[in-house]
């Protein structure tokens, strides 16, 4: 058989190997600590269940939905104006996703011929990358680096690139490298995309896993973001919805009708109870929300807290389920402390280089586990003596 060439850049990933690791290492009756892939453990709150629930009773609800309701409509809208002071008009301005992972891997399709060239930060969110690669476009890496503050640098783009780009994708707070940018970049960011008419995709997964009384926005809040580009947001974190895939693009009317068109071709909707779920969710009680986020910043003290008392020196992130570690010396090489850290201590994490070539140095650690595990990763790292080289 022969297969696209396009499939050869998910056959060989790390995330698979990584996967086949920890099975053999399972399959010896070993326990791994997996700190790997971000699936969030944190169960969505039970009214979200209940109106998931209640609605599935319904046979009616088992018909394709083709649309957003306009109840559904009206909860994001009101969700965005509470939340960051943003209005939109959810009937031309917003479509639901089934998960922001669906808009990551089709927006290029309506925005990316083959060749065209598009901006993704690097290191990034693989799909970040992999969806308008799957679309023939060009990629430019635009670096997150100690040196920049991992925040991506505008000013350093090549005046002959930026005005080739068609798209750039940011997002902030960042996985996985966990930063998060102050109003000043979405503002350049703005007058960037008008200067060289690019399209701004801005994906806001992790505005709620904010920590240490900071907030975060909306790139849609920043005059002219309308202009220039669209929002992706997801209730897969905020709210413990991963599995129900449930997310949203917002903002660029243009933007927006185009990656709907697509999808009224790729999907039909998205089904009716889980629609009632994020309407429960959205328009809900929401101490569901300070309830995550703080178990995630505990996670996070306990674990770095845990590790700078045994040698391995990191910076807290200020946001996101991720800590974005320097590997300890004498390693240089991610992948290869990955590998060692999985055999000698028993955690897995992944290895910064499988986010782009700048990821390499560093691992990310996924909060992923509670607590007591965060400290079973510690000890065990610290008895492995993998930190003395
Ligand atoms: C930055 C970022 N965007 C999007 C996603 C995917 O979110 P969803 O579950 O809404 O597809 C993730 C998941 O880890 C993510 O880290």
């Keep these: 058989m022969k297969f696209a060439k396009r499939m050869e850049r998910f056959n060989t990933g790390i995330f698979s190997v990584l996967a086949e690791l920890k099975r053999k290492e399972t399959a010896q009756g070993k ?24 609605s599935a009773q319904n046979s009616k609800n088992y018909v394709y939905a083709l649309d957003d309701t306009a109840e559904l409509q009206e909860a994001v809208e009101q969700w965005y104006r509470r939340r960051y002071g943003v209005a939109i008009d959810p009937k031309t301005e917003m479509t639901s996703l089934l998960g922001s992972q669906d808009g990551l891997s089709h927006l290029g399709l309506t925005i990316a011929d083959p060749g065209d060239l598009v901006l993704v930060p690097d290191p990034c969110y ?5 969806g308008p690669a799957l679309a023939g476009a060009e990629l430019y890496r635009m670096p997150q680096t100690r040196e920049n503050g991992y925040r991506i640098d505008l000013r350093a783009i090549p005046e002959e690139v930026a005005r080739r780009a068609k798209l750039m994708v940011v997002s902030y707070p960042n996985n996985p490298v966990t930063s998060v940018a102050p109003e000043s970049f979405y503002r350049e960011l703005v007058a960037f995309a008008k200067k ?23 790139f849609l809040q920043y005059d002219g973001a309308k202009d220039v580009g669209i929002e992706f947001n997801s209730l897969s974190k905020t709210y413990g919805l991963a599995g129900a895939r449930i997310g949203f693009a917002l903002g660029n009317k243009d933007v927006i009708g185009m990656l709907k068109a697509l999808k009224s071709n790729l999907d039909y909707g998205m089904f009716l109870p889980i629609q009632k779920a994020a309407v429960a969710a959205l328009t809900g009680p929401q101490d569901c929300v300070e309830t995550t986020r703080r178990a995630y910043e505990k996670r996070r003290d306990v674990l770095v807290d845990g590790l700078n008392a045994v040698g391995w020196k ?20 991610s992948e290869k402390f990955t590998l060692e850290l999985l055999k000698r201590a028993g955690v897995l994490v992944t290895p910064g280089s499988a986010f782009g070539p700048s990821g390499e140095g560093h691992v ?15 000890r065990r790292i610290q008895e492995s003596g993998i930190l003395e080289g």
Excluded at 31 to 54: C, E, F
Excluded at 126 to 130: G, K, L, N, R, T
Excluded at 368 to 376: K, P
């Design 196 to 218: 060289y008419d690019i399209i701004v995709l801005h994906d806001n997964a992790y505005s709620e896993l904010v920590f240490d009384g900071v907030k975060c926005g909306s």
């Design 314 to 333: 990191i910076e807290k992130p200020k946001a996101t389920m991720f800590v974005w570690a320097e590997i300890p010396q004498p390693f240089v090489s």
């Design 364 to 378: 990310r650690i996924a909060l992923v586990q509670d607590e007591d595990e965060m400290r079973c990763a510690v």
């Design 126 to 130: 693989p799909i970040f990358a992999d």
């Design 31 to 54: 326990k791994i600590v997996d700190l790997s892939v971000g699936t969030p453990n944190i169960p969505p709150a039970r009214h979200i269940i209940d109106a998931l629930l209640k």
